[in-house]
């Protein structure tokens, strides 16, 4: 079953929009093409940031919207977590049963603060039980996902999976919008 109540645009979305017209509020420790690209060694060689923890966002990172994730995702967490990662993936959605198959060192968040507010991020982050400068958010949405930013967190972007039947244009359009956005400044710091 889906569940859309925690989707759309809210309050906390719109002030996270104007946050991110700051540059420092959209900062990113990296940017992948996709998650199994994930390389927390090279991350560690030209950032010097060693992370030891993830909060990983799920729809459109490791799965296409509201669907199953993609096993090269579910291998590549397992390696992750394997190297001695610890990961926590926190959704807007409610709980199904696509992680069920998930490695049981893997835990699984939907019933959090929503992105991007605050008390998610800082929920998950302690569940981690890692300090912050060890810890990276990776997600593919500035509107959410890099709210982690002002908690703390670093972040890295992932482009998202497209999904088969498509999205949300408008919400494709401000996705899009602040990841040129995001770009831009990087070309200043």
Same mark, same amino acid.
């Given at each position: 079953?889906?569940?859309?109540?925690?989707? !759309?645009? $809210?309050? +906390?979305?719109?002030?996270?929009?104007?946050?991110?017209?700051?540059?420092?509020?959209?900062?990113?420790? @990296?940017?992948?093409?996709?998650?199994?690209?994930?390389?927390?060694?090279?991350?560690?060689?030209?950032? !010097?940031? +060693?992370?030891? !923890?993830?909060?990983?966002?799920?729809? *459109?990172?490791?799965?296409? $919207?509201?669907?199953? &994730? &993609?096993?090269?995702?579910? =291998?590549?967490?397992?390696?992750?977590?394997? =190297?001695?990662?610890?990961?926590?993936?926190?959704?807007?959605?409610?709980?199904? $049963?696509?992680?069920?198959?998930?490695?049981?060192?893997?835990?699984?968040?939907?019933?959090?603060?929503?992105?991007?507010?605050?008390? !998610? /991020? +800082?929920?998950?982050?302690?569940? &981690?039980?890692?300090?912050?400068?060890?810890?990276?958010?990776?997600?593919?949405?500035?509107?959410?996902? @890099?709210?982690?930013?002002?908690?703390?967190?670093?972040?890295?972007?992932?482009?998202?999976?497209?999904?088969?039947? *498509?999205?949300?244009?408008?919400?494709? &359009?401000?996705?899009?919008? /602040?990841?040129?956005?995001?770009?831009?400044?990087?070309? /200043?710091?």
């Amino acid at each position: 079953m889906e569940d859309q109540s925690r989707e !759309g645009i $809210n309050i +906390e979305k719109l002030l996270q929009c104007f946050r991110l017209l700051i540059p420092e509020n959209s900062k990113t420790l @990296a940017r992948i093409k996709h998650f199994y690209e994930l390389d927390l060694n090279q991350i560690k060689q030209t950032t !010097g940031v +060693e992370l030891k !923890g993830l909060i990983l966002d799920v729809d *459109g990172c490791l799965s296409p $919207n509201h669907q199953d &994730l &993609l096993p090269e995702n579910i =291998a590549h967490l397992k390696k992750l977590a394997d =190297a001695g990662i610890k990961i926590l993936l926190y959704s807007n959605m409610i709980w199904t $049963n696509r992680y069920e198959n998930l490695d049981p060192r893997i835990e699984v968040l939907t019933n959090l603060p929503p992105k991007p507010n605050l008390k !998610g /991020f +800082e929920i998950a982050v302690s569940k &981690l039980n890692l300090p912050k400068q060890n810890v990276a958010m990776l997600g593919d949405s500035y509107m959410t996902d @890099a709210g982690a930013i002002r908690a703390g967190l670093h972040f890295i972007h992932v482009v998202p999976i497209p999904t088969p039947n *498509g999205q949300n244009k408008i919400h494709d &359009l401000f996705r899009n919008f /602040f990841i040129r956005l995001s770009k831009f400044y990087d070309r /200043f710091n």
